[in-house]
């Protein structure tokens, strides 16, 4: 984790917020990590931890009208991103940081075809002519492994499946040889043999580019199986990191460890036929954003609580080496059986 | 209580018509359903899994009749209701219930739960009253919802209470069945797993049967009995879901199971051959076996001839050309 090498992107007490009509949104509330480069890290949580609005504010989308990042600092190849002009940030995104959503429909534009769509990302960034950006575009479609490129370059997205324009965003997200690209959800609405291919192609390119990917997504099995280090998140704060050997070994955050009982498994140890175990239930909701919330925000829905947790919210602290944990019960949790 | 299982259905065929040209004319059919059978014994959960377009949410929909088979049978109880018309219907609605993936866009944003959850007894007329409210009541508590909740509105409920008020819903008529379409995908895994439990406790307490669709593997082993694995319109696999996991016998089935993601790292390694390529169109299928387009293992004969669903093993039914009656349940070797 402590690289010799600076980390390419430094996120520093992230607090970001949204007005609504209930009040203000604390969606996240706090939160720090580093991407070293080539890295690949996973950021996991339930709807409404925060790990959509991390991506987007690291990428400045926020909306401004509604929203904004209140305070932190998110640092980027030595720039903080949170101050740059909307000018200077038009010129990293898609070039330097690139992203890629979970359903590609929404991202493409339906009335240019595939081909116009990269190479005007790579005449915007790379400045270079119209004919050279078009056989850029084609390159990045074989490197997605998109057969017979030359036709589908004069495709619509319409025209093709939903596996496909997923490759078109991460052709297009990696046209310009991006530091950092951010997946948020990448596969979420794809079919579940689609979804392997596509993990598999992103981690080839990773390996291939030596972009690092932040992955964002509510799928430990995902996560398990493409991240290297991993962020869980909860009700807008981080609860634990570690690599994702670590976290799936000796999970340490009472609410990860709720996680990883509440999911069915597809690899289960052989189930005596016909009998079925339940699944363990994290009782309770996650708590409302819009009032501040005092103490360990897993407190309410947590085994190990005491009253110190009720009114004392817990600091990040490395538990184990390489293994942080925001829980003042920490060690009984440690102790006790997974 | 009859022998006969809760739901049969033979050879169900569903096409739906496509329309084109200037005169809007038949031009083709998307075979949704293309000749399926199976049956649901009392208290058993069918699982059917399969990717998009693979024709699972048309079964669910044809057999609770909310649209009409092209063809085949389908017997509730024992009893053929392929062909009955609504009014016929009716009687039987009572027994085969269904829950959805998204139960907030079924429920009417005017109307109170408690309101919502009554409306089947006094459409099969089954209490009124005051003693309609202590059964919507006695619903609540069932599911897992406090009773005063029964004055709220739908958009009051959170996503996994607005499933439970769906399940208590369909509880209340007593049915048999309950077909279940996706009814855990919308929520978050702590939430999903309450559901689950809830489904799991109901079926253990009133001998419930469900039909339960889903294209999460994961799902469909915690609360099935017996998975149907369906690919383009068509049932290629179907057994206990032990022998499922342990030894699929269908190209499609391993390739399923291979691409499904685990929460355990060190499964990573293990990962086999990813199957390639994308699902045929519904509307245009492949001759033949419709996987062989994507399968390893395919033959020459494959592309030609349409495998029967056959029953190779004590209750194992695979439909593959390579895979015959008695034939060795080692790993296919590839031509």
């Known amino acids: 984790m402590s690289a010799a090498a600076p980390p390419v992107l430094q996120v520093r007490d992230l607090c970001t917020q949204f007005d609504t009509l209930d009040g203000v949104v604390r969606a996240v509330d706090g939160v720090s990590f580093d991407l070293a480069a080539g890295e690949t890290l996973g950021i996991v949580g339930e709807s409404g931890c925060g790990k959509s609005v991390t991506a987007l504010s690291i990428l400045r989308l926020i909306p401004p009208q509604t929203g904004r990042i209140a305070a932190g600092s998110i640092r980027f190849e030595g720039r903080e991103l949170t101050t740059l002009s909307e000018a200077e940030m038009k010129s990293l995104r898609g070039h330097r940081i690139s992203m890629i959503f979970q359903e590609p429909m929404t991202s493409l534009n339906p009335v240019l075809t595939i081909g116009t769509q990269i190479a005007e990302n790579v005449v915007r960034h790379l400045h270079v002519p119209w004919r050279a950006a078009l056989d850029r575009a084609r390159e990045m479609l074989d490197l997605v492994r998109i057969s017979d490129a030359k036709r589908r370059l004069g495709e619509y997205p319409h025209q093709l499946s939903g596996g496909m324009r997923q490759r078109v965003m991460i052709a297009m997200a990696l046209s310009c040889d991006p530091q950092v690209l951010i997946a948020d959800e990448p596969t979420t609405a794809l079919d579940v043999t689609i979804q392997a291919q596509i993990l598999d192609l992103m981690l080839e390119l990773k390996e291939k580019t030596g972009t690092a990917i932040v992955l964002i997504t509510h799928d430990l099995g995902v996560v398990a199986e493409t991240a290297e280090r991993v962020v869980v998140m909860y009700a807008g704060r981080k609860a634990e990191e570690a690599s994702v050997e670590a976290l799936f070994e000796l999970p340490l955050h009472p609410y990860t460890r709720g996680l990883m009982r509440a999911i069915p498994r597809v690899d289960a140890e052989a189930d005596a036929a016909g009998t079925r175990t339940r699944l363990q239930e994290i009782p309770g909701l996650v708590p409302v954003l819009t009032r501040p919330i005092v103490g360990c925000a897993f407190a309410a829905r947590c085994g190990f609580v005491t009253e110190r947790c009720r009114v004392e919210a817990p600091p990040f602290v490395e538990a184990l080496p390489g293994h942080a944990v925001a829980c003042w019960e920490v060690e009984r949790v440690r102790a006790s059986a997974l | ?335």
């Open chain 2, 1 to 335: 209580m009859s022998d006969a299982p809760v739901l049969e259905v033979q050879g169900l065929v569903k096409h739906f018509p496509i329309h084109g040209g200037l005169l809007q004319r038949q031009v083709g059919a998307v075979k949704a359903v293309d000749g399926v059978s199976f049956a649901i014994a009392r208290g058993e959960t069918l699982g059917l899994v399969g990717e998009s377009g693979c024709g699972k949410s048309t079964i669910g929909k044809t057999v609770l009749k909310l649209i009409e088979p092209s063809g085949g049978k389908i017997l509730l109880g024992g009893e053929d209701v392929t062909s009955l018309k609504p009014g016929a219907m009716w009687p039987h609605r009572r027994r085969i219930q269904t829950i959805f993936q998204d139960p907030y866009s079924s429920m009417n944003p005017r109307l109170s739960a408690g309101t919502i959850v009554g409306e089947p007894l006094d459409n099969f007329a089954i209490a009124r009253g005051a003693e309609k409210d202590r059964q919507v009541a006695r619903l609540f508590e069932r599911v897992g919802l406090r009773p005063d909740a029964m004055r709220k509105y739908a958009h009051e409920f959170s996503g996994g209470q607005r499933q439970r008020l769906g399940i208590a819903k369909a509880l209340s008529v007593n049915p048999d069945l309950i077909v279940a379409d996706e009814p855990v995908s919308a929520l978050d895994v702590s939430v999903q797993a309450q559901v689950l439990n809830l489904l799991i406790d109901l079926q253990e307490e009133y001998g419930l049967a469900y039909l339960f669709i889903s294209h999460d593997l994961a799902v469909m082993r915690h609360i099935s009995h017996r998975i149907a694995v369906m690919y383009l319109g068509r049932i290629v696999e179907l057994t206990d879901k032990r022998t499922l996991f342990a030894r699929p016998l269908h190209p499609y089935t391993e390739a399923l199971l291979s691409s499904a993601t685990a929460p355990d790292p060190k499964r990573r390694r293990l990962r086999k051959r990813i199957v390639q390529g994308d699902v045929p169109s519904p509307a245009n299928p492949p001759p033949g076996c419709h996987f062989h387009t994507r399968c390893p293992y395919a033959i020459a004969e494959c592309r030609v001839t349409s495998p029967p669903l056959i029953e190779v093993a004590a209750g194992h039914h695979v439909a593959c050309l390579r895979r015959p009656v008695g034939g060795d349940p080692e790993p296919l070797s590839i031509p």
